[in-house]
């Protein structure tokens, strides 16, 4: 099942101004890329590089577990953000509770 429409960032100017203005969490396996909302309903983008992952089935299939993982623990994601969720090379060779736990560890560090 797919993060709920209401739940995702998919304005392209947005995401531009994200990563222009706003503040970053880097790990060992993600780079959270994040800003303030006017509304206090946090939305999420997922980013797999092509520079990172070589073919598409890797890009999708990473970007499928972290938007899985979102939309199952988007109650314990702090309100009140727009979110850039970018997949490092290392995040693929993680199981599935790894990749959750690694994640909802970062998400947490949101100020």
């Known amino acids: 099942m797919a993060l709920s ?7 392209e100017r947005e ?5 222009r ?10 780079q959270i890329k994040f800003n303030f909302s006017e509304n206090n309903q946090s939305k999420f983008a997922v980013i797999a590089r ?10 999708n299939k990473i970007k499928r577990r972290i938007s899985e993982i979102i939309r ?3 109650s314990r ?3 009140g953000f727009v979110i850039l969720v970018i997949a490092k090379e290392k995040a693929l060779i993680l199981d599935k509770n790894s990749l ?10 949101l100020k």
């Open 5 to 11: 429409r209401k739940f995702r960032l998919s304005d």
């Open 15 to 19: 995401i531009r101004k994200i990563f």
């Open 21 to 30: 203005y706003g503040r970053s969490i880097n790990s060992e396996f993600f």
């Open 50 to 59: 092509a520079k990172n992952f070589k073919n598409a089935a890797s890009r």
């Open 72 to 74: 199952i623990n988007i």
């Open 77 to 79: 994601v702090k309100p």
């Open 100 to 109: 959750k736990t690694n994640l909802l560890k970062d998400l947490g560090k």
